[in-house]
């Protein structure tokens, strides 16, 4: 089922082995001159585009985009005991690990009278993109509000598809974690003209422009908001999930396989990728996953995605082999399972989380571990790290002096304006001290 590449006994650079890494054929650019279409209407024609929109592309005539506040306080009182629950303890941990990424501002004196100040400050308005599609997803509505809550973002607004089997509104499962959050502001609206709406606003919606877009979609979602960059900022252009697993012949290889289905799961063009030294492991991963893909609920999904190219059994020397592999894929979830975890650890650059041991499942991150789910995939991690307050904080330095820490650095500002020939720079500067 899973492909193999076998790297033992090859000297191979690190651009070769980015070469090498097993990557689902995806290109953003081929659904963007739709996604550009679709968000040209909705700036034509507001809460008309929206609903034509969601009855062609959904399935379904919302009876308005704007979901009503009631309905939002219905779906948390008609929420599963159980479910609300693990979303509340979700939530807890989240914030409190979520807390350790926001800095302290902090004066430096440079010379006396002479301090700079750094502060961070939140943006003001954040549009967050929960899809719809194959799951239903109130763990992101965790972990993409909660961070912008950490920041101190005051205005906060959600978007989710308009669900056929709900007459056109929000999955109420999304609804009831919105309202466990406190947001009331939602829109039964997805794909590419969500990300328009989010990011120029609907006039007739009364729905303000953001600043900041984030979550996760399918590739139109992922165009769009290449397309509205620099209006807004946005998180990453997520792609499909991927998860590596780091492992040697002391890992327990049905629990290894376990981790490669549960990502698989997900959609067919997830990657599932081991990394191993041990042949012997590896063949009882594939005869593991070979077994669990035939019994488990989304069988003909996995099957698809571990017999895709983006997945693979890839054979190396040692673990310092296998680290090398892994910082060249830059995987979304990195897990490790090895008798020294740590060691390996030290050998890590790039990945969105890490997983340490055989306790510590990706699944755990997905929900309840405290760590943010929302993560840079399609080798991203590399250069981008996943979701957080950080996001949602800009850092802003504060500059100020007093007359006598300006004079001391006069004559140096009037030399390097005049370097420049930018000689009223300097003239700024010795203003102030004429009489």
């Given at each position: 089922m899973m492909h193999t590449i076998d790297l033992r006994d090859r000297q191979l650079s690190r651009a070769?082995?980015?070469?090498?890494?097993?990557?689902?054929?995806?290109?953003?650019?081929?659904?963007?001159?739709?996604?550009?279409?679709?968000?040209a209407d909705v700036r034509s024609r507001g809460e008309m585009a929206l609903l034509e929109q969601a009855e062609r592309l959904?399935?379904?005539?919302?009876?308005?985009?704007?979901?009503?506040?009631?309905?939002?306080?219905?779906?948390?009182?008609?929420?599963?005991?159980?479910?609300?629950?693990?979303?509340?303890?979700a939530i807890s941990r989240v914030s409190a690990a979520t807390q350790a990424q926001v800095p302290e501002s902090s004066v430096t004196e440079i010379a006396p009278g002479a301090e700079v100040?750094?502060?961070?400050?939140?943006?003001?308005?954040?549009?967050?993109?929960?899809?719809?599609?194959?799951?239903?997803?109130?763990?992101s509505v965790v972990m993409n509000v909660v961070p912008a809550q950490v920041a101190g973002v005051s205005s906060v607004a959600l978007a989710?598809?308009?669900?056929?089997?709900?007459?056109?509104?929000?999955?109420?499962?999304?609804?009831?974690?919105?309202?466990?959050?406190?947001?009331d502001e939602v829109y039964?609206?997805?794909?590419?003209?969500?990300?328009?709406?989010?990011?120029?606003?609907?006039?007739?919606?009364?729905?303000?422009?953001?600043?900041?877009?984030?979550?996760?979609?399918?590739?139109?979602?992922?165009?769009?908001?290449?397309?509205?960059?620099?209006?807004?900022?946005?998180?990453?252009?997520?792609?499909?999930?991927?998860?590596?697993?780091?492992?040697?012949?002391?890992?327990?290889?049905?629990?290894?396989?376990?981790?490669?289905?549960?990502?698989?799961?997900?959609?067919?063009?997830?990657?599932?990728?081991?990394?191993?030294?041990?042949?012997?492991l590896a063949l009882a991963v594939v005869a593991a996953v070979e077994a669990l893909a035939t019994t488990t609920r989304h069988a003909a999904r996995v099957r698809e995605a571990?017999?895709?190219?983006?997945?693979?059994?890839?054979?190396?020397?040692?673990m310092a082999a296998a680290a090398a592999f892994s910082n060249a894929y830059g995987p979304e979830h990195l897990e490790i399972q090895t008798v020294e975890p740590g060691e390996v650890l030290d050998l890590i650059e790039s990945a969105g989380a890490i997983f340490l041991g055989e306790n510590s499942p990706v699944s755990?991150?997905?929900?309840?571990?405290?760590?943010?789910?929302?993560?840079?995939?399609?080798?991203?991690?590399?250069?981008?790290?996943?979701?957080?307050?950080?996001?949602?904080?800009?850092?802003?330095q504060?500059?100020?002096?007093?007359?006598?820490?300006?004079?001391?650095?006069?004559a140096q500002i009037v030399a390097l304006s005049s370097a420049e020939d930018l000689p009223a720079h300097g003239d700024a500067v010795t203003a102030r001290f004429e009489r």
């Open positions: 070769e082995l980015a070469g090498l890494v097993p990557r689902a054929a995806t290109d953003v650019a081929t659904a963007t001159e739709i996604a550009a279409q679709l968000i959904d399935g379904v005539r919302p009876e308005r985009i704007r979901i009503h506040a009631d309905e939002v306080n219905k779906a948390v009182r008609g929420l599963d005991p159980t479910v609300r629950e693990a979303l509340e303890a100040i750094q502060r961070w400050q939140p943006v003001n308005r954040v549009g967050f993109y929960v899809p719809g599609g194959k799951a239903v997803y109130p763990s989710s598809p308009a669900q056929k089997a709900f007459h056109g509104s929000v999955h109420p499962t999304i609804l009831g974690a919105a309202g466990l959050l406190g947001i039964a609206m997805g794909g590419a003209g969500a990300i328009g709406a989010f990011a120029y606003g609907v006039a007739d919606l009364d729905l303000d422009p953001v600043e900041i877009i984030t979550g996760p979609g399918n590739v139109y979602v992922a165009a769009a908001k290449r397309l509205v960059r620099g209006v807004v900022g946005i998180d990453a252009e997520a792609g499909p999930t991927e998860i590596l697993v780091i492992a040697d012949a002391s890992a327990d290889a049905r629990l290894v396989a376990a981790d490669l289905v549960s990502q698989a799961e997900h959609d067919e063009l997830a990657a599932a990728v081991l990394v191993t030294d041990s042949a012997e571990l017999a895709g190219e983006q997945s693979a059994v890839v054979l190396v020397n040692d755990l991150g997905d929900y309840l571990a405290g760590s943010n789910h929302v993560l840079p995939t399609g080798g991203q991690s590399r250069f981008a790290s996943g979701l957080g307050a950080y996001t949602f904080l800009r850092p802003q504060v500059v100020r002096y007093d007359r006598a820490a300006l004079d001391a650095v006069r």
